[in-house]
């Protein structure tokens, strides 16, 4: 069993920086897929960036060359950088987990989700 805790969220202005955490509570399996949703008011949830148990990351179109997945491995724990943002980034970001292959976009294949941290970007 894993359950993501997500932190880390809050207000920023546009152009600004935020990091947010993800930790594992629980053994998380020797092969795995650690993801970051989010779901902007009134939109549905969209994928974010995703990484795996070897470091592979993968980012949507969205965020790529400003967002950037890291680990902590011994603790167990998972960021998400976040530059330069903008205010299509405001949303809820959860954190979802998964045994095996990450699949981007497919929030069904997660099988633990986190509660969500809300960010919220102003001009």
């Known amino acids: 069993e894993m359950q993501p805790v997500e932190s880390g969220g809050g207000p920023v202005q546009a152009g600004g920086s935020l990091r947010l955490s993800c930790e594992i509570i629980g053994s998380p399996f020797s092969d795995y897929c650690m993801a970051w949703f989010r779901q902007a008011p009134g939109k549905a949830r969209e994928g974010v960036a995703y990484?795996?148990?070897?470091?592979?990351?993968n980012y949507e179109d969205s965020v790529q060359g400003r967002f950037v997945l890291s680990k902590n491995t011994t603790k167990n724990i998972f960021y998400l950088q976040m530059n330069d943002l903008k205010l299509e980034d405001t949303a809820t970001y959860y954190c979802?987990?998964?045994?095996?292959?990450?699949?981007?976009?497919?929030?069904?294949?997660?099988?633990?989700w986190g509660r969500g941290t809300r960010v919220t970007v102003s001009s």
């Open positions: 979802l987990a998964r045994g095996g292959l990450c699949y981007k976009g497919g929030q069904s294949y997660y099988s633990y």
């Open positions: 990484i795996n148990s070897w470091s592979t990351t």
